[in-house]
């Protein structure tokens, strides 16, 4: 009922998120991810869905259920998510990178089970960086309309006037990353060429809402 009210802001628009925590292997038992629930980036797929998008969500490992009308895609690494993710925003109006992607992968990722050894010797990890899904993406000629997400544990507002600008995107969303994570509500700012826009801290859903309002305001031709 409250879908079917929704002011079509996003009508027949094609919108790409990724959403949740990465998952990056280290043998076959055992790997490496994040405390990202995907509640924010599943939230904002189901109003995007409800303001008339056409919605593909790529999420990494969460508990969440999948929101009715929307097309998923479940990955567990970062160079999958990556992989996913420029397939689908090469046709999509709006990419919204909610995804807390793993920085770095372990490089030689082993085929066996690691074993403790007698001399009681931990193993050693190296680590690659991950490609960079969304600046990827922002950088595609006549690409998407392309939306950063950003958890800083301080100084939120320079680390996201500084990501913003180093990942080339007309707008980034921040809030500070303990204050959000696996939680129902989140308290946020919008930072984009004009500066910056603090929103009350209020539950995922209605801010999803304001959120796909404030990028469909953005858009070219604005809201309609
Ligand atoms: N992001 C991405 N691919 C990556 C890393 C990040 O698409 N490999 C996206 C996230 O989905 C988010 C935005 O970039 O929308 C910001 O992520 P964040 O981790 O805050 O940025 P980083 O550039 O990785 O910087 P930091 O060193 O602070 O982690
Ligand atoms: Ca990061």
Same mark, same amino acid.
């Given at each position: /009922? &409250? ?20 998952? %990056?292997?280290?043998?076959? &038992? ?8 995907? !509640? ?8 995007? *869905? +409800? ?11 969460? =508990? ?5 009308? /929307? =097309? ?40 066996? !089970? ?6 009681? =010797? ?6 690659? %960086? +991950?490609?960079? /899904? #969304?600046?990827? /993406? ?8 392309? &939306?950063?997400? *950003?958890?800083?544990?301080?100084? #939120?507002? *320079?680390?996201?006037?500084?990501? $913003? ?21 989140? %308290? ?7 500066? &910056?826009? $603090? ?13 796909? %309002?404030?990028?469909? $305001?953005?858009?070219?031709?604005? #809201?309609?």
């Amino acid at each position: /009922i &409250v879908a079917f009210f929704a002011p079509k802001h996003l009508q027949g628009k094609r919108v790409v998120i990724t959403a949740g925590p990465t998952f %990056e292997p280290i043998d076959p &038992v055992r790997g490496i991810t994040n405390l990202s629930s995907g !509640k924010m980036g599943f939230a904002l797929a189901r109003a995007a *869905a +409800n303001s008339g998008a056409d919605v593909t969500l790529i999420a990494g490992p969460t =508990a969440l259920d999948t929101p009715w009308g /929307i =097309a998923r895609e479940d990955v567990q690494t970062a160079q999958q998510m990556h992989d996913a993710a420029l397939a689908a925003a090469a046709h999509a109006d709006v990419f919204i990178g909610v995804a807390a992607v793993a920085d770095w992968r372990v490089a030689q990722v082993r085929t066996s !089970k690691i074993k403790k050894t007698a001399d009681g =010797a931990p193993p050693t990890l190296e680590f690659v %960086e +991950n490609p960079d /899904i #969304l600046a990827t /993406i922002a950088a595609l000629p006549d690409g998407p309309y392309c &939306v950063g997400f *950003a958890a800083e544990s301080d100084d #939120l507002d *320079a680390n996201a006037s500084a990501k $913003r600008l180093r990942k080339n995107v007309p707008l980034l969303i921040g809030n500070l990353g303990p204050a959000t994570f696996g939680r129902d509500d989140n %308290e946020v700012a919008l930072y984009d060429a004009q500066g &910056v826009t $603090r929103l009350p801290r209020a539950d995922k859903t209605a801010l999803a809402n304001t959120l796909i %309002e404030q990028i469909a $305001r953005r858009l070219p031709g604005g #809201l309609f």
